[in-house]
C-alpha cells in the first residue's frame, strides 16, 4: 500500500476528528455565511506525485476553497427551491459513505441496503398519506424521478398500441399533455425520445399556472386512438399552483390515460392540515415525483420515483438490466438494479429514513407548517411595502414578487441584493413579467431572518432610487 494512504488509514480517527470539529465550525456559522461567493474563481493545483494525505488536503482545501463555500444550506438561502440538512440527515449521510453499499438487489446478494431502501419508502409514504399499493425507489433528483416516470409511462402508452417501446423503440401515436410542466418534464422528453417540442400545452386557468380541466377534456375528447400520458403539477415553481387531480382524477371514468404527478416539494403539503386537500385524489395516480432533497431537508442528491405495484412489469420492461446473466432473472426476484435507470447507486436511502425516524410526521408537520408561514409573512410584507409587490397570491411556500415602480430595474436590483450575501433569491418570469422568487424549505428559516431580508431589500431600494 501506498505510504501515505496506509498512513491516512492508521490515523483515520484521528482525521475523522479534525473533519467534525471544522464541520461543527461550518454548521455554527451557517447563519452569518454569504449566500453568494463574490469572487468565485478558485486556485488550481497540479496533480502530486507524492499525495498530500488527507489532512494535508484538508489543509489546503480549508486554505484556499472552503472560504468561498457559500451559505446556500442555511436559512436566507431562498433561490430555486434549496432544502437544508437536518441533523438525522448528516448523520444518515456520513454513514451511507462509510457503509459504501451498492444498493441494487434484495435478500440472497449480500447486503441489506434494498431491503432498508423499501422500509425508508413505507415510511415516506406513511408520511405522505398515501396507500401502500404504490412502489418506490431513489434516484438523484426529481429530474431523474420525473424521468423514471415518464418512462414507464411511456411503456404503458405502448401497451395500449400493442407496442413494447422499450424494446422496439419510440411509436409516433403516443402524446404527453401538460399545463405548466416543470423545465425537467421537457427535459425528459427529450432523454425519453418524445421530443422536447413535443408537450401538448393545456390552456391553464386564467391568472393561474393549473390546468384548466375544461380545456383539458376537449383536448382528451380529439385525441382517440392515441395513447394518452398526463403531467400534472403538484406545486409549480412559480406559483406553488396545484392542477386540480380531483378533477382530472375524475375525467378517467371516460378517458383512458397515464396520470404522472410531479409532487417534487408540493408533495410535503400534505403533512400540513390545512393543505393536504390541494393532493386529494392523488393516491389514483400511476407515477409520483417526490423530492427529498428540498422540503425533506436532506443532502443532495435524493429523490424519490413511486409508481403502481400494478406498473412493476411496465418499469422492469423499461430498466431491466438482465442481458447480463450473472446479474440474474429480472422477473425472477425484484433488484433494483432492473427497477431504475442506475445499476450501481450508493445506499441514498440511508439520510432519509433517519431523517424520518429521527423527526417523524410531527417533526415534518413543523417544518412544512413553519415554511407556509414564513412565506406568508414575508408575502404579508412586501404587499404593506410602498417599494415593492407581490405578482401572484402566496398560495404555499413560494413568494414572487418585483419592483412597485422602477420595474425595468428588476434584474439589476437582484443582482445587487443577491451581492450583498446576506440573502439569495432567483429570478423568473410569471405571465411575461420579470420577478423575484424566494422560495421557503428550509427548516432552519425564522421570522428573524424574514426582518433581515426586509431590512436588506430596503437598503438595495434606497440605494439605488432614493439618492
Ligand atoms: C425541483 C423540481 C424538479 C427538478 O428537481 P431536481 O431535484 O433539480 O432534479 C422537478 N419538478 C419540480 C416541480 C421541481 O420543483
Not at 99 to 115: H, M, R, V, Y
Amino acid at each position: 500500500m501506498d505510504l501515505i494512504l496506509g498512513n491516512d488509514l492508521k490515523k483515520i480517527d484521528l482525521i475523522l476528528d479534525e473533519v467534525k470539529i471544522r464541520m461543527v465550525q461550518f454548521l455554527e456559522k451557517l447563519d452569518t455565511l454569504p449566500t453568494h461567493a463574490q469572487d468565485q474563481s478558485i486556485p488550481t493545483f497540479p496533480l502530486p506525485n507524492t499525495g498530500l494525505g488527507s489532512l494535508g488536503s484538508l489543509e489546503l482545501f480549508q486554505e484556499h476553497f472552503q472560504k468561498l463555500i457559500v451559505g446556500s444550506a442555511g436559512p436566507r438561502y431562498w433561490g430555486f427551491v434549496t432544502g437544508g440538512t437536518t441533523p438525522a440527515s448528516i448523520v444518515g449521510d456520513w454513514l451511507t459513505t462509510v457503509f459504501d453499499q451498492n444498493t441494487q438487489s434484495l435478500k440472497g446478494s449480500g447486503d441489506i441496503s434494498a431491503e432498508i431502501e423499501l422500509e425508508t419508502i413505507k415510511l415516506l409514504l406513511e408520511l405522505l398519506n398515501l396507500p401502500p399499493e404504490f412502489n418506490g425507489g431513489f434516484v438523484t433528483g426529481a429530474t431523474m424521478s420525473n424521468f423514471t416516470g415518464l418512462a414507464v409511462a411511456r411503456q404503458w402508452a405502448g401497451a395500449q398500441l400493442g407496442k413494447d417501446i422499450a424494446r422496439d423503440g419510440m411509436t409516433g401515436d403516443v402524446v404527453v399533455l401538460g399545463g405548466s410542466a416543470h423545465s425537467s418534464v421537457i427535459k425528459c422528453l427529450s432523454m425519453l425520445g418524445f421530443g422536447s417540442s413535443n408537450l401538448l400545452n393545456i390552456r391553464t386557468i386564467t391568472n393561474r399556472e393549473a390546468i384548466d380541466v375544461t380545456a383539458l377534456e376537449e383536448t382528451l375528447n380529439g385525441l382517440s386512438g392515441k395513447s394518452v400520458i398526463l403531467n400534472c403539477s403538484a406545486g409549480t415553481v412559480n406559483t406553488v399552483d396545484f392542477d386540480d387531480i380531483q378533477a382530472i382524477v375524475k375525467l378517467r371514468e371516460k378517458h383512458k390515460f397515464w396520470l404522472h404527478i410531479d409532487a417534487a416539494f408540493g408533495g410535503f403539503a400534505t403533512c400540513a392540515n390545512a393543505y393536504r386537500h390541494l393532493l386529494t385524489g392523488w393516491e389514483h395516480a400511476d407515477s409520483i415525483t417526490i423530492d427529498c432533497h428540498k422540503w425533506l431537508n436532506v443532502p443532495y442528491d435524493s429523490a424519490v420515483i413511486l409508481t403502481r405495484k400494478e406498473h412493476k412489469h411496465l418499469q422492469i420492461q423499461c430498466f431491466q438490466n438482465s442481458n447480463a446473466a450473472y446479474l440474474g432473472d429480472s422477473n425472477d426476484r425484484f433488484s433494483y438494479l432492473n427497477f431504475l435507470p442506475e445499476n450501481s447507486r450508493r445506499f441514498r436511502a440511508l439520510p432519509v429514513w433517519f431523517s424520518l425516524m429521527a423527526y417523524g410526521k410531527a417533526g415534518f408537520r413543523s417544518i412544512v407548517e413553519n415554511s407556509i408561514h414564513c412565506a406568508q409573512t414575508f408575502g404579508n410584507l412586501i404587499e404593506a411595502s410602498g417599494e415593492f409587490e407581490l405578482m401572484a397570491p402566496v398560495r404555499l411556500n413560494v413568494v414572487c414578487f418585483g419592483l412597485k415602480g422602477n420595474k425595468e430595474s428588476t434584474a439589476d436590483f437582484l443582482y445587487k441584493l443577491n451581492a450583498r450575501g446576506s440573502v439569495f433569491m432567483t429570478p423568473t418570469v410569471l405571465y411575461g413579467k420579470q420577478c423575484i422568487r424566494a422560495a421557503f424549505v428550509n427548516f432552519r428559516t425564522s421570522p428573524q431572518d424574514i426582518e433581515i431580508a426586509m431590512t436588506e431589500l430596503n437598503q438595495v431600494y434606497s440605494q439605488m432610487f432614493q439618492n
